[in-house]
Structures are given as C-alpha cells and as structure tokens.
C-alpha cells in the first residue's frame, strides 16, 4: 500500500473526492495517510478529522522565506514515510527541495487546461477570472506532476469542460471541479498507485 501524504490549504473538496474515492474502493495501491495544511483555519482539516486521517499544520505565516518553509514541509513528508505527495488546492509555493526528495512522486490538480491560464497568479479564482475574460469556450482541469517549473511538470490526466453564456468565475469553478478535478485527481492518484504512469523523455505515459 503507498502511503499518500495531501497537502491543502482550503475547503478541501479535491480531499473530499479523494477520500470518497478510497472508500469505494477506487484507489487501487494506496491510502491517504495524512493531510498538511499550510493554513490552521483549512476547513480541508476539518474533513480529513471527521474521516480518521491524522493532520498537520504548517503555518506559511510562521517562516520567513519560501526556503526555511519548504524545508519544514519536506521534512514533515519524509517522517510520514510519504510514497505520493498530492497538492490538492494548496496554495503555497514550495522550492526545489521538495521536488527533488519527491522526483515524480508529486501531483497537482490545476484547474485549467495547461499550457493555458496557468503559471505564477493563476489559482483559485483568478483562472476562472481569467478564462471568462479571454472569451474562450472550452476550459477544463489538468492533473501533473509537479517539478520546479510552476505547473510545468508531465501531464497526467486532462479533461474538457464547456464555458457557458453568463457564466461568473464561481459557477464555472464549480462546473469545472464537478466535470473535472473530482473525477481526474481520484484517478490520477489511482494509476500512481497501481505503478501505471512511467516517465519517458519528460512526458507522462499511461499505461
Ligand atoms: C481547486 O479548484 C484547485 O484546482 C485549485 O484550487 C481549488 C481548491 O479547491 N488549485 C489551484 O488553483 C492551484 N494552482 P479545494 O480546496 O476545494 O480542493
């Protein structure tokens, strides 16, 4: 069994579609050990309680650079054995540490359709912000690995999501997590799980 270690950093509902997942049985190879939040008040936590899955705080506001915190976070990784580290809507930059203790052992749900609208200030929010500006009419959640370039990593899983007429940011978010991000993460971490995702010349590969 790999031990899957999420780091969060608000409501938590790409936790809640991995949990929900795990316990029907459709995360073949792994289990959700543990949950980090970068933030105390991370409603995320609060799921992860109620589901018997133990929790750590590591408050971004106590470090003082991107260095001192993502050496605090990757020593918390390595103590709970971690097999897959998960960034399911955390918000916070980690450096190169991290990646390179975890090579390819790290995922990211982004949601948006990369290349486009991702990259330093594109989260939460501001992707919607920014798809419904740009008059796009497909938009769509990305599952990746996570290297040192921001959402820049192999891609793992994708999937389309249609923008509609009168949209605001908060109904196609919610569109896009139900359509995409709940289904995506859950499967992605699957095939992790199940030694079914292999590198080759820095892409991703199903098999
Ligand atoms: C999700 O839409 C996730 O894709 C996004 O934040 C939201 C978190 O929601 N992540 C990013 O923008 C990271 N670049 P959740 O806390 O309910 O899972």
Redesign the pocket.
Known sequence: MKKIVVL????????QALIDAEKRGEIKGGRITCVISSKPDAY?LERAKQNGISTRVIPRKEYADVASYTKAVTDALVEEETDLVV?????TILDEQVVKAFPYKMM????ALIPSFCGKG???LH?HEAVLESGVKLTG?TVHFVTEVC?GGPIILQGAVPVMNGDTPEVL?KR??EQA?WKLLPKAVSLFCEDRITIRNGRAYVD
């Open positions: 969060v950093s608000g409501g938590g509902t790409n936790l995320a960034y399911a809507g955390f918000m990211n749900v982004h949601p594109f989260y939460g992707v959640a959402d978010q896009v997590m991000e």
